[in-house]
Structure formats: C-alpha cells, structure tokens
C-alpha cells in the first residue's frame, strides 16, 4: 500500500515544473504523509556570497511536500489548493547538504485538509531542524484533469 | 527621497536570482514600504492545464516584496532574514494579469520589523485582492557584504 | 444601514460571556468591519508588578472582533467558527489605556472569510499599534439558535 | 530533574490570574515541555447552546502552556513575552471532557524560543486532535521580579 502511495506521491511532483526544475523527489509516501529531498544546488541559493538557502526555496518545499501529502492521503486525484500556510525558520541551513522535508497530514475533514511539515538536514548524523510549517488545505470537489 | 529609495529597492532586488528569472520589478519604494510587479509568465504558472499561478510564486512575490521593504526602511544595507510569515490565498490569480505586491513595514523595533503584503490584480479597472502576507524578519546586525 | 449593523454587532457580542466579564463593547460595525473597545482593568492585567495586559486578553479581543465582523458582513443570523488565526504582538500595551480593535472584512467565499484586525491605543492623541491579527472563519452554513 | 521542573511549572502557572479562573494545572514539564489540563466547566463556554468550548479558551490554554513550556526550558527565571502564535482549530472540542496541551520547546536560539502545542481529549480511550498552534517567543533577558 505504501509503495503504491509512493508512486502516486512521486507522478504528482513529477508534472510541477519548479519541482522538477529544483530538482526535488519523493522519499516516501504513504496515508499519514511523504517525505522529500531538496537536492543542495546553486538554484536554491539566496545569499551568493554565503550559500545560504533562499527561505523561498524552503517555503516552497514544504507548500509542495504539504500538498503532495493531502493528494496522497485522499482518495483517487483530488486536488485541493493551499488555503494559508505558516513557516518558520528557525536555522540557516548549511551550504551543500541536501534538506528533508517530513510532511504530516494532521487531520482531513470535509472541507479542510490540515497538515504540518518538518525540514531539516542530516548534519555529522544529527538531525539538525531548519524550518517547519502549517497549512491548512480546501477541499473544493476537483479532480486532477478538470481546471484548478 | 522616495526616489532614492526606490532605487534602493530595484537594487537590493537585481542581485536575488529568483526574482530576475521571474521577471519581478520594483514600481515604488519608500520609507513606509514597496510596491512590486510579477508579470504573467508561464514560469509562475502551477497548474498548466488552467494557467492558474502557483501559490508558491505568489509566497515567493510576497517574502520578496516584505524583504525589500524591510531593507529600503532600515538605514544602510542591513540585512535581516525572514524569522516567520503566514500567508492567505484568497482568490485564484486571473490567468494572463499581472500581479501588484504592496508590501507595508508595520513597526520597527530593535530586534524585529513587522511587516504586511497584500497581492492583487487589476481586472477590468477593479482591484482584485488575490492574496496576503504577515512576515516577521530579525534584525541581527549584518550588513550587506557579509554571510547572510 | 450602519446603525442597524452596530446594533447587529452588539447584540452578539452582549451573549458572549467573556466579553461582558472584560466589558468589550462594540463602537462600530458596518457590512466592513466592526470596531470595539476593550477598556483597561485589572481583568486583563498579565502582570501584576507592570500592570501590562496579558497577550491572551489581546487575542480573545481580535478574536472576537473579527468573529464578530463577520457576523455582521454576512446577511441572517449564520454562524462561523475560527479555522484558525495568527496574532502578532508588536508592542506591550501600556497600563491605563483602553484598547481598540479595528477589524475589517477582507473577502468572502462561500466557504471562508477572511479577516484582519489592528489593535491600539491612542496616547496623547498619537495611534500606537499594540498587536494585529488575521483570522480565517468557516462557513458551515448554520443559524444562531442552532448548535455550533 | 523532571519533577523539579514540573514544580517550576506549575509555580508559573500559579501566580497567573486567568489559570486559576479556569483551572488549568500543569501535569507534567521537563526540559522539552509541558503537558496542562484545562477541565471542561462553564466558563470555557463559547456557545451555550450547545456547550461548545470557546475559541477563546483554547488559544489561551495554548498560549499559557508554550509560555510556561518556554519557562521551563530556559534557566533562572527568564520571562520571555509571546512574539506571534498561530492557531487551527480542528475540531469542535466534546462537551464535558476535559482538554489537555502538550507543548513543545522545538529550538531555543539567543533571541527567539520556537514552541508547538497539541490540544486533545481522551474520547473512549482515543486521542482526539482539538486544536494546534506554533508560537514563537522573544529573549529580552527579563528575569520574573522585573517588570514585563
């Protein structure tokens, strides 16, 4: 079951174009959420003199690993846009180590998908977090192939 | 003055590759906030299928357009990273319209600077909000030059 | 139009409990927002040795105006619960000062309002921003008289 | 250690005016959080109709226990006033069962505390998600004796 939710987490990533430009994969998908990674490259990088990561790229990871996480914990190809989200960075990442996103669907009723995500890098094999954040999904009755 | 800072802001925004891949402009600045253009470009297109923008574009637009006004505000070149924002799709963008960021800097303290963006597009003569933004950024007393 | 509102708006907050124990009172509402006044007592005091208002009693006021401006924006009597809510608390308000939320109307859905609310104090006749919200409300389609 | 620090805890909550109102207590605090109980009496209230717990009353029961959670983790008796918090309200909470809050101390940084909380109830033996809320907290190096 949770190879089938991988696969599905991995062809809905696969047709956004900043997903595939960035360079980002899906780890692991199953009913409570994905994980994904988000290569370090010159692309995400905010501050060329430090290689820092932009927080735009971060914001952008969790929105994408949120959402992919509501598409995989519903059932068939329903689509539902972000109604807010919250981020918080809480750390720099570190220049040319690779960010995890762990994105947790908190609870889905009939009209609002809740979900929460952790990003962090794996630093010396210590788990070092970098940002988290909540967002909060509509469920408006769509389905992938109809216009979002 | 406005003048000034106007080019302040254009400047501080020429240098962040994201906004000049996206083709983000600075129309005004002042000590009270900025105000920036992300033209309709199919790079900040989410769902093809639609043309609908991607709500990731629109939180880049809007971290952006509160950076810069936090840097045009703060005498000097003082950077201050994003310490959180919380953003609000309220309407899905209008394929094809350019989207207005206006960015306002609420209050500045000595460690934090409070700030708003609110997005929208002129449909027809008429302002149509699209989206908002509160962000908070730290003041931890770096200057431009040094590692962000 | 406007009076029938702020009538709208103050026979709703005179049921809420909490806000006839803080002394909430409504100064406005129209189909835009509402404007209330919570005044300065020991009540919402968080620090006995400042006399400072505790963050809770500022939430609970931009809480209730903007449940309360959504009230009075939609047409009946209907309902709507919190989804959620962000507070930024940008200045200690000073003792002795009554405060005044200001909360206003963004946009309505048919299934969410959008909110905002500033919170101040006027000293010696000068506008100071104490905190700001925005909050976000469900529209589950039922009346006041039935269960929330 | 722990135990020391759930006196130190409830120490906290004990000298705040609103907690011995509603009769929060804290059940447990250690260096990574504390766990509180808000019972279920009238004064949470919101709707009398039905007895729905009040918006209101949950936010506050959040924002005291990422406070106190805030206390506790940090050494001496640094008191650290509320930046910003966010709150999902996710589910009606049950008429007559009491609400607990686990807060959570995810980075402590020299200027910022980052805090998450969970409210649930214990239905039948189930852990039932009521609300969440990420707060973050300022380091302005005030002991408890000074003022706030």
């Known amino acids: 079951m949770s190879d089938t939710l991988t696969v599905k987490a991995s062809r809905f990533v696969s047709v956004l174009p900043h997903c595939t430009v960035l360079g980002m994969t899906v780890l692991h ?8 990674s988000l290569p370090y490259s010159e692309q995400i990088i905010g501050n060329p003199a430090s290689g820092v990561v932009a927080g735009g790229s971060l914001t952008t990871l969790m929105d994408t690993a949120c959402g ?20 918080d960075y809480m750390r720099a990442a570190r220049p040319g180590s690779d960010l995890i996103a762990q994105a947790t669907v908190v609870r889905v009723t009939t009209s ?3 979900t ?9 094999g210590e788990r070092k977090e970098v940002a988290r954040c909540t967002a909060n999904f509509m469920r408006i009755g769509k389905q992938i192939g109809g216009a979002a």
Chains 1, 2, 3, 4 share one sequence.
């Open 29 to 36: 998908g199953d009913e409570n959420g994905v994980q994904m």
């Open 68 to 87: 992919t996480a509501v598409f995989v914990a519903l059932p068939g190809n329903e689509l539902c846009p972000t109604l807010d989200l919250r981020v």
């Open 112 to 114: 609002v998908v809740f």
């Open 116 to 124: 929460r995500c952790d990003v962090y890098q794996e630093i010396n």
